[in-house]
Nanobody, 126 residues
Framework: VQLQAFGGGLVQAGGSLRLSCAASGRTFSNRAMAWFRQIPGKERELVGGVRWSDNNKYYADSVKGRFSLSRDNGKNTVFLQMNSLKPEDTAVYYC????????????????????WGQGTQVTVSS
C-alpha cells in the first residue's frame, strides 16, 4: 500500500492550502484516513481524520473551524483544506491510513494507522 501526499508549500498567515493524499494498493481496504503533523522535537499530533464507514470526522481543537476534511471514496483519497493559516501551523504534514475499523477515540492516536505517506512541508510566514 502506498500513500501519496501533495499540496504543501509556503503561504502567508491568513492564507490557504489544500493537501491531498491518495491511497493505492491491490489489497487495500480503507477504513480511515487522517492527517498528522510534526515539528522538530515534538511528537506527531493528529490534525484531523475521517472514518470511512460513517464519514465521522474528527479534528484537533487547534484547527477546528479553520481546517476541513473531504474525501473521494472511489479514489481512496482524502483532502485537507486549510484556511486562515497561522505560523503555528508550520510543520511537516503526514497522511495516514488504516484498514482496520477502530473507535474514534483510538483513531486519534498515530499507532492506529498502519500506512503512512511521505511528509509534506507546510510553512506559514507571519
Amino acid at each position: 500500500v502506498q500513500l501519496q501526499a501533495f499540496g504543501g508549500g509556503l503561504v502567508q498567515a491568513g492564507g490557504s492550502l489544500r493537501l491531498s493524499c491518495a491511497a493505492s494498493g491491490r489489497t487495500f481496504s480503507n477504513r480511515a484516513m487522517a492527517w498528522f503533523r510534526q515539528i522538530p522535537g515534538k511528537e506527531r499530533e493528529l490534525v484531523g481524520g475521517v472514518r470511512w464507514s460513517d464519514n465521522n470526522k474528527y479534528y484537533a481543537d487547534s484547527v477546528k473551524g479553520r481546517f476541513s476534511l473531504s474525501r473521494d471514496n472511489g479514489k481512496n483519497t482524502v483532502f485537507l483544506q486549510m484556511n486562515s493559516l497561522k505560523p503555528e501551523d508550520t510543520a511537516v504534514y503526514y497522511c495516514a491510513a488504516t484498514d482496520v475499523t477502530y473507535i474514534i477515540g483510538f483513531l486519534w492516536q498515530a499507532k492506529a494507522y498502519k500506512y503512512w505517506g511521505q511528509g509534506t512541508q507546510v510553512t506559514v510566514s507571519s
